[in-house]
């Protein structure tokens, strides 16, 4: 099972970057798949994720309306776009996955619950 994150970067306020996660050796869709974060001096966060394979999805309150969390079946990827983007946005991103689906948001969106995870990827909100 791996996981490869990719499409961080450096991007002004305001503007809108896409992260991407291939998935290798399991089959997406039949995971709960989620997208966390983590800036310098902060615990790990749950940014967005998707519950189970009909795409359920729960997004934390501060990328509400900003950030998507997608699923692309036939590449086995997973995406999140997002547009608006503040400074307090800038942190390594995370994408992971777990067998288990998770019922209920503070499940899903907690990051203790899941078992597979890809390398991050920087994002960086500055002018």
């Known amino acids: 099972v791996q996981l490869q994150a990719s499409g961080g970067g450096l991007v002004q306020p305001g503007g809108s970057l896409r992260l991407s996660c291939a998935a290798s050796g399991f089959t997406l869709v039949d995971y709960a798949i989620g997208w966390f974060r983590q800036a310098p001096g902060k615990e790990r966060e749950g940014v967005a994720c998707?519950?189970?394979?009909?795409?359920?999805?729960y997004y934390a309150d501060s990328v509400k309306g900003r950030f998507t969390i997608s699923r692309d079946n036939a590449k086995n990827t997973l995406y999140l776009q997002m547009n608006s983007l503040e400074h307090e946005d800038t942190a390594v991103y995370y994408c992971?996955?777990?067998?288990?689906?998770?019922?209920?948001?503070?499940?899903?969106?907690?990051?203790?619950?899941?078992?597979?995870w890809g390398q991050g990827t920087q994002v960086t909100v500055s002018s």
């Open positions: 992971a996955a777990d067998p288990t689906r998770k019922l209920f948001r503070s499940v899903c969106l907690d990051s203790n619950t899941y078992n597979y």
């Open positions: 998707m519950s189970n394979k009909y795409g359920d999805t």
